[in-house]
């Protein structure tokens, strides 16, 4: 892949001392942010904010729905209105999936894909001293290597990257050609990188990301199952949560094991896409909604408190009325927590964008914002299951005029009276409703602090 074939840099005002990060997209990108963002430190950089007329902007983009390209537009022209003379690189999948379209955006300076980006300090280096640069990326199918990364600056939870790459071949899913084959480090790399993490942020709770969480270690003979047993025996750390995990990847062991763990917590978010079966077979995901069934009610059965999120896609090619109405009905009779709802848009290079019964996006819009209402409507008979009980809740640093913030161990928002000393605390609360239909309210006792 070749991507921006001369870049001319006025020596005179590099390197530059300030540089500001936006992410756009999954839990992922946010912790590959970090990482890099860490790497600039290091070289003496000052991270700012997007006002702040930075020297440099690294923008880490996605590529799931045609909106998020055009954020990155959007992106760069406000980042030109801010600052004119600052050098704007573009990474992540969607620098990956079209660097050309992306060159040709006026303004943007380098662009690098899913193996060059974390060497972005090293290029503008090059830059500097060349002034003029040639930067050459390898192709995807040439990305081996894991780079693990976590995030963690401004948050009381830690998003820990233990998986990049898949191996399926969804037919709407350009992640396999902007990420690469699945990969992973090894367990014990992996519980090094935790530790390491662990020791240099205080932080309460690890969030377990990746493309394919639960396809870790397969490359190395090595199971996610077994990960999470590892991880269970680390000190110093309260809560550990799973971002999200195939269904056909969530065995009954490793939901067995999560009942009994003391770090594990009760909330799981499995992606299900379609509650026809037509439509699934067609997606070519590897499941059908039987399957899906089966490991919500053995959650369940476990853990009757769990939340149970759910990603769905709407007007998928061939989605008849009455496919949709599978999807509404099942979701609506399923016992769950939320919903993750995504209108389904068109992507180069993938199977589904060639197949000929299109959903108008009128329709798609409406079966859209059907399944947000009835997420809502979830969420809130979810919530109503707990006034009055007492849980865990681990506070957050974000502050909303008098209050606070924070999630129980089951990922119910709660909001109390501000209280800094209790900010990155796991607090033992009692629920009661509140005026806000998005959130319940919380008592301190600050007596029953337990980290």
Not at 1 to 9: G, N, S
Not at 158 to 186: E, H, N, W
Request: charged residues 25%; aromatic residues 10%.
């Amino acid at each position: 892949m070749y991507i921006c074939p001369k870049i001319t840099v006025n020596s005179e005002n590099y390197p530059p001392k300030k540089v500001c990060f936006h992410t756009l997209g999954c839990k992922l990108n946010f912790s590959e942010t970090s990482e890099i963002a860490r790497s600039f430190k290091t070289l003496g950089y000052q991270r700012v904010d997007f006002e702040e007329v930075p020297d440099i902007y690294v923008i880490n983009t996605c590529s799931v729905t045609e909106n998020a390209d055009k954020k990155c537009r959007s992106l760069v022209n406000k980042a030109l209105r801010v600052s004119p003379n600052a050098f704007i690189a573009i990474i992540g999948c969607y620098a990956q999936l079209k660097p050309d379209e992306i060159a040709s955006i006026e303004g943007v300076d380098l662009v690098l894909g899913a193996n060059e980006k974390f060497n972005l300090p090293n290029f503008l280096t090059q830059i500097e001293k060349k002034q003029q640069a040639e930067v050459h990326a390898c192709a995807i199918n040439e990305v081996k290597t894991f780079m693990p990364s976590y995030s963690g600056e401004d948050r009381t939870r830690v998003f820990f990257k233990i998986q990049d790459g898949c191996d399926y071949s969804c037919s709407f899913c350009t992640i396999p050609l902007a990420r690469g084959t699945s990969r992973s480090a090894t367990i014990s790399e992996t519980i090094v990188q935790a530790r390491k993490l662990i020791a240099e942020k205080n932080v309460s709770e690890l969030v377990l990301t990746g493309v394919n969480t639960g396809d870790f270690g397969r490359k190395n003979g090595e199971t996610f199952l077994s990960l999470l047993k590892e991880l269970d025996q680390l000190d110093r750390i309260e809560r550990i949560r799973i971002s999200s995990v195939e269904p056909n990847l969530l065995s009954d062991d490793i939901i067995a094991f999560c009942a009994t763990s003391q770090k594990f917590v009760p909330h799981f978010h499995i992606p299900l896409q379609s509650g026809s079966n037509k439509i699934l077979g067609a997606m070519r995901r590897r499941y059908r909604k039987e399957l899906y069934t089966q490991r919500v009610n053995e959650i369940l059965r476990f853990m009757p408190d769990a939340a149970i999120g759910v990603d769905v896609i709407v007007g998928f090619p061939g989605e008849t009325d009455a496919d949709f109405l599978d999807t509404y009905n099942y979701l609506n009779e399923l016992p769950i927590a939320y919903l993750h709802v995504f209108t389904y848009s068109e992507r180069d290079h993938t199977d589904a964008a060639e197949m000929t019964e299109v959903v108008p996006m009128q329709v798609r819009n409406q079966r859209s914002e059907m399944l947000r209402i009835l997420s809502e409507k979830k969420r809130h008979a979810f919530y109503e299951r707990f006034v009055n009980t007492e849980r865990n809740v681990l506070w957050e640093a974000e502050k909303d005029g008098e209050c606070m913030y924070g999630f129980t161990d089951n990922y119910i928002k709660v909001q109390a009276p501000w209280s800094e000393p209790i900010i990155n605390k796991i607090v033992h609360c009692r629920l009661s409703k509140s005026e806000n239909q998005g959130l319940l309210m919380a008592s301190l006792p600050v007596s029953d602090l337990i980290s």
